[in-house]
């Protein structure tokens, strides 16, 4: 936090960081002003497109995991489910929903739902990618996820990247952040599988608000850390120590 603050206190983080919102921070990456910014993958082609009409000599690259002091690197990864399908009990054909459901994940039902056809909305590429065909792969597949009842996760993940590669840039940070990353790197976020935690439900966002606030005082010169143990003693009586309890319980006996 010393090092951080003394780079804002020499100019070289933006003096208005804290105020700045999501637009503000991109038109001052794009115009040149900004070195570096933190944003989506899927916001990259148009950083990009902006950037080069502003700045047309100018060129970015990706910064991937930073190694701390013992060598370790990472980059946290919510896991889960991303949507779940239910039959309601009182359905009056609950095993024709379910022979209906069974018949999308069939090999060739399932890919032509998720990407199309060969030839008409993707190609092959030589790595075995599929390149989308547009815009006829736009207009007739991009939302095609949200149809599907259910997925087959062995090929899903690669029929799905035909989204990100409909911009050479785009899929360039994603390929980055997932398929090329070590596995090492990719760091599991065990309490995104948690069941409900009422302690940590009850406090959580309160206690990323209060370290967020302290942090950016810190960083701005408002605070010191002088007054770090303090913060830690409020932090804690603020239900860090009951969540933290909660926690380390359901992790040991899941």
């Known amino acids: 936090m010393n090092y951080v603050s ?19 921070a991109k038109e001052k990456f794009s115009s040149g002003k900004a070195g ?3 944003v989506h993958w899927a916001d990259v082609p148009s950083l990009s497109d902006a950037l080069t ?8 690259a990706y910064v991937g995991a930073l190694k701390g002091p013992n060598g370790e690197a990472g980059f946290s990864a919510n896991i889960g489910f991303d949507r779940i399908t239910f039959i309601p009990k009182a359905s009056d054909h609950p095993e024709d929903a379910i022979k209906w459901i069974n018949a999308t994940l ?3 039902t399932f890919k032509e739902m998720a990407i199309g ?6 190609t092959v590429e030589d790595d075995g990618g599929f390149m989308p065909i547009l815009p006829i792969f736009s207009d007739e597949r991009n939302l095609a996820n949200n149809f599907l009842l259910a997925g087959d996760e062995r090929v899903y993940p690669d029929y799905w990247q035909a989204r990100v590669r409909k911009s050479p840039v785009m899929f360039e940070v994603f390929k980055s952040l997932n398929n090329d990353l070590p596995d090492e790197y990719k760091i599991d976020n065990v309490l995104s599988m948690a069941p409900f935690l009422p302690q940590y439900a009850k406090n959580n966002q309160q206690l990323e608000q209060m370290v967020g606030d302290y942090t950016v005082k810190l960083i701005a010169g408002a605070e010191s850390l002088d007054g770090l143990a303090d913060f830690q003693k ?6 860090e120590e009951a969540s933290e309890k909660e926690i380390n319980e359901w992790y040991t006996n899941k």
């Open 53 to 60: 009409k502003n700045v047309p000599d100018a060129t970015f």
């Open 36 to 38: 570096a910014i933190i």
């Open 234 to 239: 409020k932090y804690k009586e603020a239900g």
């Open 6 to 24: 003394s780079l804002y206190k020499d100019g070289l983080i933006d003096q208005e960081f804290v105020a700045n919102k999501d637009a503000t």
């Open 117 to 122: 056809q060969e030839g008409v909305h993707y």
């Open 106 to 108: 069939e090999s060739d």
